[in-house]
């Protein structure tokens, strides 16, 4: 994934950032469930997001998916 810069928070023009909610691994996968917030006044999306991947038995990482890009995407879309 390239680099998607969050835009500032709509509300209150602070920091925004990825907020990871949760964090589960099992023998076949890891999965993250985040959400994009503000540092500042805690403004959060109300959105879930989703990064889920495995390895394989050769090392290389899968990544099932990403919802990085569309975070960012519907965060920077984001009006007061």
């Keep these: ?16 950032v990825y907020d990871v ?5 099992s023998n076949h996968f890891v999965g993250i469930d985040f959400q994009i917030k503000c540092e500042k006044c805690g403004l959060t999306h109300p959105k879930m997001f989703k990064i889920r991947m495995d390895m394989s038995d050769n090392g290389k990482l899968n990544i099932d998916r990403d919802d990085r890009p569309l975070a960012a ?4 879309r984001r009006t007061k």
């Design 21 to 25: 909610n949760s964090f589960m691994s």
């Design 73 to 76: 995407e519907t965060w920077n």
């Design 1 to 16: 994934m390239s680099d998607i810069d969050l835009k500032s928070c709509p509300l209150c023009g602070g920091r925004a």
